[in-house]
């Protein structure tokens, strides 16, 4: 059964998809230049674990939204793990490789949600969805400069490792959301990889330099937001369709380059950025309903 689209869904989702990747895009970007003054990666996710779980339960006091009870929390608990993983891996493979290269392997975990949302039940790909997202996954290669690509086999397989918890973890909040704010949700799972840091790595990392304050601070800010945006485009959308929209990041860094930094554009990358659109567009999915499941919105 195909669940029916609240009129506002669309806008909804637009907006909180774009909020999801303008976050998203920044803290990479702010992580890269914690490294060039020094810094250790697990200082860096100690601080922004604190201080993403911080900003997502002001934003759940400021709402007055209504706080998970004891089951929930038990249900949140998988993802919270997936979470952090993906929090691991990621801060860990920023250390070995560019963003640009981070961001480039992120662009396959499309493919592995659509596949474990189909074999649950819950989406029915298109007949253009393979199409569009190996299309928009060429546009990704195009636009990227070569000089600008690390392969380094042990931060490919961290990132790797990233898109596998990643996958998991967003067919898991497509589902949870419907019950739970995604605010609520996002609160939680911040809170449980803040309880993580500050029990099982600050004893082994109490040396905190006095810069890793400040960029842990802004990471923090852009993780919590990122994640209170995507798990609201999630619950709109889908978590396949979310997914394939993330493809578009990198066009966009591109374009805000040229347009804020009068960086050159090359041809290669005009075409790559046409082929991502023309994919994202393409890679159709509709959200299903199986039985004893109901979802608040569709794609």
């Known amino acids: 059964m195909v669940s029916t689209p609240r009129p506002d869904s669309r806008l909804s989702g637009t907006i909180w998809v774009m909020g999801a990747l303008l976050a998203a895009s920044i803290e990479p970007i702010i992580v890269k230049f914690g490294f060039r003054g020094h810094l250790s990666p697990w200082h860096l996710f100690i601080l922004k674990s604190v201080f993403a779980a911080l900003l997502c339960t002001a934003v759940c006091l400021l709402f007055k939204l209504k706080l998970a009870n004891r089951e929930q929390l038990r249900k949140l608990l998988l993802p919270s793990l997936l ?11 920023l250390y070995y490789i560019s963003a640009v ?22 989406d029915q790909l298109d007949k253009l969805f393979w199409p569009g997202f190996w299309l928009s996954f060429l546009g990704v290669l195009l636009s990227i400069e070569l000089s600008q690509f690390m392969v380094q086999p042990l931060g490919l397989l961290l990132m790797f490792g990233a898109v596998i918890t990643s996958s998991f973890y967003r067919v898991q909040m497509e589902r949870l959301t419907d019950e739970i704010s995604p605010a609520v949700a996002s609160a939680c799972t911040m809170a449980v990889g803040a309880i993580f840091s500050l029990a099982i790595i600050l004893p082994f990392n ?4 006095a810069n890793a304050w400040y960029f842990g601070i802004w990471i923090g800010i852009a993780a919590g937001l990122a994640n209170i945006a995507f798990l ?22 591109i374009v805000a ?8 554009v090359t041809i290669p990358q005009m075409i790559g950025i046409v082929l991502v659109i023309a994919g994202t567009g393409m890679a159709r999915v509709t959200r299903l309903r199986p039985e004893g499941e109901t979802y608040a919105a569709a794609s």
Do not use: C, H, W
Request: glycine share 4%.
């Open 257 to 264: 380059a040229a347009l804020l930094l009068k960086e050159p």
């Open 83 to 93: 979470l952090i993983g993906t929090n691991l891996f990621t801060m860990f493979a």
């Open 101 to 122: 290269t981070v961001i480039t392997v992120v662009t396959t975990t499309p493919a592995l949600v659509a596949v474990l949302n189909q074999r649950l039940g819950r």
């Open 206 to 209: 109490f040396d905190m330099p």
């Open 232 to 253: 609201y485009a999630i619950n709109t959308v889908g978590a396949t369709r979310i997914s394939v929209i993330t493809m578009l990041q990198r066009p966009l860094l």
